[in-house]
């Protein structure tokens, strides 16, 4: 019933002028408005709807991920825009907050990844989860 129907994701803030700043100014995606609504336009063409709630809590699982060639390039000017890359008990990472990886798809080949674990601007920010491959 629904095999063939547009989908896309959408996310609670509390603050949406704070996720406007956020996704737009911090991260530089793309942006528009419509109806009080906030919709980040992803460069994978699923756009994700961004809406107010007043009681709305920062999420403790994956909102958004995203595949960059050069994470220590992206990790370094997102640092710069003031970003704080979280760090984790029991996790090897890097001076910049990156865990690395290489993962097998298949006998004999391997993909590299560098994943970079939850940001966020501070404490109180919407979070998201910074994910690269092609390190």
Same mark, same amino acid.
């Given at each position: 019933? !629904?095999?063939?129907?547009k989908?896309? /994701? %959408?996310?609670?803030?509390?603050?949406?002028? =704070?996720?406007?700043?956020?996704? &737009?100014?911090?991260?530089g995606?793309?942006t528009s408005?419509?109806?009080? !609504?906030?919709w980040?336009?992803?460069? /994978? %063409?699923?756009?994700?709807?961004?809406?107010? =709630?007043?009681?709305a809590?920062? &999420?403790?699982?994956?909102?958004?991920?995203?595949?960059?060639?050069?994470?220590?390039?992206v990790?370094?000017a997102?640092?710069a825009?003031?970003?704080r890359?979280?760090?984790y008990?029991?996790?090897?990472?890097?001076?910049?907050?990156?865990?690395?990886?290489?993962?097998?798809?298949?006998?004999?080949?391997?993909?590299?990844?560098?994943?970079?674990?939850?940001?966020?601007?501070?404490?109180?920010?919407?979070?998201?989860?910074?994910?690269a491959s092609?390190?």
């Open positions: 019933m !629904l095999a063939d129907a989908a896309y /994701s %959408g996310l609670a803030v509390k603050d949406m002028q =704070q996720a406007r700043e956020f996704y &737009a100014d911090t991260l995606l793309r408005e419509e109806y009080g !609504l906030l980040l336009h992803l460069a /994978s %063409g699923r756009d994700t709807l961004v809406y107010e =709630q007043p009681d809590t920062p &999420a403790s699982f994956t909102i958004l991920n995203f595949e960059v060639n050069d994470i220590d390039a990790v370094d997102l640092a825009r003031g970003v890359f979280e760090r008990d029991n996790m090897d990472q890097d001076e910049r907050g990156v865990f690395r990886a290489e993962a097998r798809t298949s006998p004999g080949s391997r993909i590299r990844r560098a994943v970079c674990c939850r940001f966020c601007r501070r404490s109180s920010d919407i979070r998201s989860i910074y994910r092609g390190v």
